[in-house]
């Protein structure tokens, strides 16, 4: 567990001076901060932990990164261990440090060495300057047992000789502070230019300089796709404008005497006024040599402030300068990171005396986590100038459409606005949506281009104040349509395979496009699924901001061609009918049911790749078969009807096809809410949470996918949860008694809601509760008016609601499900829902 932090004197928001356009809007943040109540202090029920154990040997694996940072921050500082898989850099075991870096990814997959970790520091004592192990191997060390802690903005450890170190940070730069020991004997520095968690080194640069400037350029490998990106970063370790001696006592460079022989360093001293340069050319493939500098001190702490860039050093340096300052107020920017987090935290306010401990911790744990990434590199976009936001870490929109954005949408509308903008932009100057921008490179395309719901996510919710936001909702539409339309040359890393989906009306197996345009035509089941959704954002979008008629009977269209790929005579299980590859003569391709699943009885490739030959990615056809948000009742009536298909949903879970841990998973738990069934969905959600989710290290199932699993858990325990782009919030049974929403669209229009659960009963915070607790949904009032839904409450009925009351007890409601209303089961495309018009021909071509 982290130790709880302190509280500090406010140190004036430098943070909020240097952006261009902040994700961080600094006024909101200095006005929540004032009204935080004084016995409150909710960063210090966030667990920085949770999710750190390792992957490896079939460990759980949630690559979560526990170092300092700020919301959505640049700067993600914190240690690097030996041992991989190590996405994050930091594994929670007894692998030695490597390095403090600067930069890293949060809860990723992609290649398990991890991203980033560039430019890192390492103390040594105890040796001669120009005999000092410098070199990774040579200078790793363990960490001393039950030393390592964090609180939102901080991170400290020890090593076994006794070194302390602790980091904060701002959305560029931050500080790293050392405390040696007082028995140590000489106390060092290294600062490494060649280093990156991957090794992958490709060529740079460096300059020491005699008043403790070290500049840094790196271009090492993007952790998720297939191109080179270069950092850099600036190093002081001399405060300026400061009267006291310099307490630099030598320094200089060190590199590899030679690529063949990487591990035999000399170190060279660099006289007092002088600078030390190193410079190596960039080579297509890895360099192995080591290199960097080397500071000799005289002080017991010594401090070094950083800034990060993406643009030069000299910005790199900047950033420093203005985000710190000189006075490197270590606590105070300590204080100002963790305020930051405060301002994030209290957008859901519970009572956190009264609610149920662990239900805390794993809310405003999940709260931080969701809103780490995407990551803010406003003013640091190598590409293109101009004025809009520019996010990196979109790793990948695929992970993140279904829970992070819309949980965004929900509590953070003008930060979520900004990475809309960017999205925007990425269309403008590239002509498609980018998908998974990692190191500021485009990754891959895992499914359809995922981009597309979070889009018309936010035209249906926030057209209308788009403007005070600074959407351009005429750029967001061309960009869906663009996206939706157009094949661009490589749609393995943007866009979508186009072609085919509109000739065929889905993505045939075995099919060359005869555009010339390639990609991976592998997934061709998952992704029809997926290019549906996307069209349904189209069409979204377009009857929110009141395009033509033809345009939004096409979308309609074309979000029902999931049903083509429906085998409605495969037999399986005891159940008929699921999702298949399709040829392109219309005939089906077999893949079982269960290949890809976790139960799967012969090895499948599933992931991205040639060898992937089942049709579905991180999926199986058991699973994605359930897969159409946009139209659930067209699943429930190719599936046999409602009691065939809430047999179905059981099965699923009674046969081990569920994968808590994986995106395809997430709605399924909620899915008897089509069926007509809410009770049976609260009872699923219990189980899902206590069964894969708690506040250890290993409290994550599987990655969480750049707050994908952080959201999906938040959503759970508020008993909402999202239906992508539409306003349509599921309502379940909560694990809360009680909470308040807080959504600020303008810095002078805040929105406040409470949800109350009457008659909560703390008996069901378990993963089966006993029949005869209250966890069935009775009643759902809105400010005193009787919902007509006991299913599903519209986004903005709830934002713009005082109050509303969900009522539980004991009576599962069988009879009675959502409500007798019209209109009371969530909505579905086939169904008439969303609006007119309703889809034509949305029966599979092969069954009447």
């Known amino acids: 567990m982290p130790s709880h932090n302190s509280h500090y004197s406010t140190h004036k928001m430098r943070i909020c ?11 909101l943040f200095f006005l929540s901060v004032t009204k935080v109540q004084a016995a409150t202090n909710l960063t210090s029920f966030v667990n920085l932990f949770i999710g750190t154990a390792s992957g490896a040997n079939g460990g759980s694996g949630g690559n979560v990164f526990p170092g300092a940072a700020i919301p959505h921050a640049m700067a993600k500082v914190g240690i690097d261990v030996s041992t991989a898989p190590r996405q994050a850099g930091y594994i929670h075991d007894n692998s030695s440090i490597t390095g403090i870096s600067l930069l890293h ?4 997959g992609g290649n398990t060495n991890g991203g980033y970790g560039v430019f890192p520091l390492f103390p040594l004592i105890n040796c001669k300057f120009i005999s000092c192990p410098v070199g990774l191997s040579a200078r790793q060390a363990l960490r001393a047992a039950g030393t390592d802690a964090a609180s939102p903005g901080y991170f400290t450890s020890t090593f076994v000789n006794g070194i302390k170190l602790e980091t904060t940070s701002t959305r560029r730069a931050g500080l790293i502070r050392f405390t040696y020991p007082s028995s140590s004997t000489s106390r060092h520095v290294v600062v490494d230019l060649s280093h990156d968690l991957q090794r992958s080194f490709r060529g740079g640069e460096m300059t020491i300089t005699p008043n403790g400037r070290v500049q840094l350029e790196g271009t090492f490998f993007q952790s998720y796709g297939l191109d080179n ?20 006592v030598a320094y200089g460079t060190y590199r590899s005497i030679s690529t063949s022989s990487p591990n035999n360093i000399t170190i060279t001293p660099v006289s007092n006024s002088s600078t030390g340069t190193l410079s190596f050319p960039f080579t297509d493939s890895t360099n192995p040599t080591q290199a960097g500098a080397l500071l000799q001190f005289n002080t017991r702490t010594v401090t070094a402030r950083f800034g990060v860039s993406m643009i030069s050093s000299a910005q790199a340096c900047a950033n420093a300068e203005s985000e710190i300052g000189d006075d490197w107020d270590f606590d105070g920017i300590r204080e100002t990171s963790r305020s930051m987090w405060e301002g994030i935290l209290e957008r859901v306010g519970v009572d956190t005396e009264k609610e149920d401990q662990t239900v805390i911790e794993l809310l405003y744990s999940s709260l931080y986590r969701i809103s780490l990434v995407p990551a803010n590199f406003t003013g640091e976009n190598p590409y293109w100038e101009g004025n809009e936001p520019f996010f990196d870490a979109l790793f990948c929109s695929w992970d993140t459409f279904r829970t992070v954005h819309p949980f965004l949408s929900l509590i953070a509308p003008r930060e979520w606005a900004d990475i809309v903008r960017s999205y925007i932009d990425g269309w403008r100057h590239t002509g498609f949506i980018p998908e998974c921008r990692a190191n500021t490179k485009n990754g891959f395309v895992q499914g359809g281009s995922d981009g597309m719901p979070i889009l018309g996510d936010f035209a249906v919710k926030y057209h209308q104040s788009a403007h005070d936001l600074g959407v351009s909702m005429d750029d967001l539409y061309q960009a869906l349509v663009d996206t939706a339309e157009n094949t661009p040359p490589d749609w393995y890393r943007v866009g979508r395979e186009n072609t085919g989906w509109k000739t065929f009306g889905y993505i045939p197996t075995d099919w060359d496009d005869p555009s010339g345009a390639t990609g991976l035509a592998t997934r061709e089941a998952s992704r029809a699924f997926e290019y549906a959704l996307g069209d349904f954002a189209v069409r979204q979008a377009g009857v929110a901001l009141n395009k033509s008629a033809d345009d939004v009977a096409k979308y309609t269209n074309r979000s029902m061609n999931f049903v083509n790929m429906w085998d409605a005579s495969l037999e399986f299980d005891g159940f008929q009918g699921y999702a298949q590859r399709r040829f392109p003569n219309g005939s089906f391709a077999f893949s079982s049911p269960d290949a890809c699943s976790p139960i799967d009885p012969r090895p499948h490739s599933c992931a991205r790749g040639d060898d992937n030959n089942v049709g579905f990615y991180e999926s199986s056809s058991w699973e994605m078969s359930f897969f159409a948000p946009q139209s659930m009742s067209t699943i429930v009536r190719l599936m046999g009807g409602e009691d065939t298909f809430i047999q179905r ?30 009770d049976l969905t609260a009872r699923r959600v219990r189980e899902v949470v206590y069964q894969n989710f708690n506040t250890d290290i290993g409290g994550i199932p599987g990655n969480d996918d750049s707050g994908a699993m952080a959201a999906l858990l938040a959503f759970h325990l508020l008993g909402l949860y999202p239906v992508p782009s539409s306003t349509q919030l599921l309502i379940g049974s909560p694990f809360l008694s009680s909470y308040t929403l807080t959504n600020a ?7 406040k809601t409470t949800v109350r659960v009457e008659n909560f009963d703390p008996q069901t915070l378990v993963a089966n509760p006993a029949n005869g607790t209250r966890l069935y949904v009775q009643n759902v009032t809105i400010d005193g008016v ?18 509303v009351v969900i009522e539980v007890g004991q009576d599962p409601g069988v009879d009675v499900g959502c409500g007798s209303e019209e209109g009371a089961v969530p909505g579905s495309l086939e169904a008439g829902g969303f609006g007119n018009p309703v889809p034509t021909g949305v029966n599979p071509s092969n069954t009447q």
Do not use: M
Not at 105 to 108: N, P, S
Not at 786 to 801: A, E, M, Q, V, Y
């Open 745 to 751: 669209i303008t810095p002078t229009q805040t929105l």
């Open 229 to 248: 990106y270069t950092a850099f970063a600036c190093y002081d370790f001399v405060q300026r404008g400061t009267s006291s001696p310099s307490p630099i």
């Open 17 to 27: 001076e240097t952006s261009i356009v902040l994700v961080i809007h600094c006024g």
């Open 105 to 108: 990814d949060e809860g990723t």
């Open 786 to 803: 009787p919902s007509k839904s006991h299913c599903w409450i519209d986004f903005w009925t709830l934002l713009r609601s005082k109050e």
């Open 649 to 678: 949903v059981d099965h699923y879970f009674s046969k081990g096809y569920f994968q808590a841990g994986n995106e395809p998973s997430f709605a399924v738990p909620w899915a008897y809410h089509y069926a007509n069934r809410p």
